[in-house]
């Protein structure tokens, strides 16, 4: 009895220590925030806000790339996101994003961090089609 107890109690110890280390390692990042030069990077699609090509390349493009961590509707809860390490995927209509410049998201789907790959693989004019579909997204 008395080494189940113990083995129970270092299965419990061991749980503690590795939901420890991941709250840590998630704090450890902080806030994620693109550098200055990003911030400024000008959208060569800005006036194409409401081009129904642009928005649907962005649409396909995040079905294809990013739902299943940022979900169909982009709230941040694909499938996958449960199971996924913190940071969380972001909530795209979130004020967080909508405060975001272009330039930062554009930056941040580049870079990645943490389970969220980079994309900079991608043609720069698909990324900034995501960026112009995670803007069509705001506050829905």
């Known amino acids: 009895m008395k080494a189940c107890l113990r083995s129970l109690s270092r299965v419990a110890l061991s749980a ?3 939901a420890g280390v991941g709250v ?6 902080g806030e994620w925030k693109a550098p200055a030069d990003a911030k400024g ?3 060569p699609l800005a006036d194409k ?5 642009v928005l649907a390349e962005g649409k396909k493009l995040a079905e294809t790339n990013c ?8 709230k941040g809860d694909g499938a996958a996101a449960a199971a996924l390490p913190p940071p969380k995927p972001a909530d795209w209509t979130s004020a967080k994003i909508a405060s975001e410049t272009d330039g ?10 943490g ?3 980079p994309w900079q693989q991608l043609p720069e004019s ?7 579909y995670i803007r069509s997204l705001g506050g829905k």
Do not use: Y
């Open 24 to 29: 840590t390692a998630a704090l450890a990042q």
């Open 16 to 18: 503690a220590l590795v």
């Open 104 to 113: 930062e998201l554009f930056w941040k789907i580049t870079t990645g961090r």
């Open 126 to 132: 698909d990324r900034w089609a995501l960026v112009q």
């Open 41 to 43: 990077t000008k959208n």
């Open 49 to 53: 806000k409401a081009d129904k090509a």
């Open 67 to 74: 739902a299943t961590c940022h979900g169909a509707s982009g």
């Open 115 to 117: 389970a969220m790959p």
